[in-house]
């Protein structure tokens, strides 16, 4: 019986462990995603900016001769 509450004791040990180390990683990763929409969402504004700029330039290109 004790050496059964001591093993079981072990793994209560170990899944508290592996349960912060998972905690703490689901953190880091939260924030690198957070970051991660960030930098897309400025990439996106930035593509958007560059589109809208083309678009007025476009009808001022001379048009094409064959």
């Keep these: 019986m004790e ?3 001591s093993a ?3 793994k ?3 899944l508290i ?3 912060g180390k998972l905690r703490t990683e689901n953190h880091q990763l939260r924030q690198e995603l957070a970051q991660a929409l960030s930098s897309n969402r400025l ?3 930035k593509i958007n900016s560059a589109k809208a700029r083309l ?3 476009l009808p001022t290109l001379p ?3 064959s």
Aim: hydrophobic residues 30%; negative net charge; glycine residues 0%.
């Design 17 to 19: 462990q592996v349960s």
């Design 63 to 65: 048009e094409e001769q």
């Design 3 to 5: 050496n059964e509450l």
């Design 8 to 10: 079981l004791e072990s």
């Design 43 to 45: 990439c996106n504004d």
């Design 12 to 14: 209560l040990a170990q």
């Design 55 to 57: 678009e007025k330039l």
